[in-house]
């Protein structure tokens, strides 16, 4: 290669695309022809040719100009690329292709996937969060309970690993209840609970003090005195 033609070679520049549109334009709806179609114009903008014409797009292609016109007009009817009106500095009106309709899909296309992710995953926590239960109460939840539950979480926002540490606070205090776990939710939430480790820390601070004696005045008429445990439920 001579020197010349590497300096055009590196003049005309790199088109960039995002991978994502690459790897999920099928399932925006396009199919391989409109896809480099749309590329093609994208490079042609990048470039400084803001409105080119279908023969010049066609040229890039193996399609003829009719064909490139057609796909073209899909395109717009569809809504991945449009044309706007522009006026230039001696206020005389020009058109361009542009592509933001195309990355609008793209993008609301992934905020779709990553939303339905999201409720695939909540699912399965829930599902986790109801097999769960199911074990260490030793059988099925009954529909208020379910009912607990699915306020727990939809209505209360805890999240299911803290609803997991509740249950596991009611295993170890000996009141597998319903009444009992969402007492403990109420509590850390009113206390800013909110991770695993947090919930860990305030259980074992409750537990301890728990435990702590709480002595009666002794009578005057005796000596001894007489322990009083105050347990707190």
Request: charged letters at 25%; glycine letters at 4%.
């Amino acid at each position: 290669m001579k020197k010349e033609q590497f300096i055009q070679f590196m003049e005309e520049g790199n088109l960039s695309v995002p991978k994502y549109l690459l790897n999920n334009y099928v399932n925006l709806g396009l199919n391989e022809k409109e896809f480099i179609l749309l590329l093609h114009v994208h490079s042609f903008v990048e470039s400084g040719i803001i409105f080119p014409t279908p023969m010049e797009i066609a040229d890039k292609m193996t399609i003829d100009p009719s064909e490139c016109m057609e796909i073209l007009r899909h395109l717009l009817q569809k809504g991945y690329v449009s044309i706007s009106d522009e006026m230039d500095e001696y206020s005389i009106k020009y058109e361009r292709y542009s592509l933001q309709p195309l990355w609008e899909k793209m993008i609301t296309y992934m905020m779709d996937q990553n939303k339905q992710t999201t409720q695939s995953m909540n699912q399965q926590q829930e599902m986790n969060l109801y097999t769960v239960f199911e074990q260490e109460f030793g059988r099925p939840l009954s529909p208020f309970e379910c009912e607990s539950l699915n306020m727990w979480m939809d209505q209360d926002h805890h999240d299911p690993t803290i609803i997991k540490a509740a249950l596991r606070e009611a295993v170890i205090s000996g009141k597998l209840n319903f009444r009992y776990i969402d007492r403990i939710l109420f509590e850390w939430k009113k206390n800013g609970i909110k991770t695993i480790n947090q919930a860990n820390d305030y259980g074992k601070k409750f537990r301890k003090n728990q435990q702590k004696p709480t002595p009666i005045p002794q009578n005057k008429s005796s000596n001894s005195t007489v322990p009083f445990y105050n347990w707190l439920d």
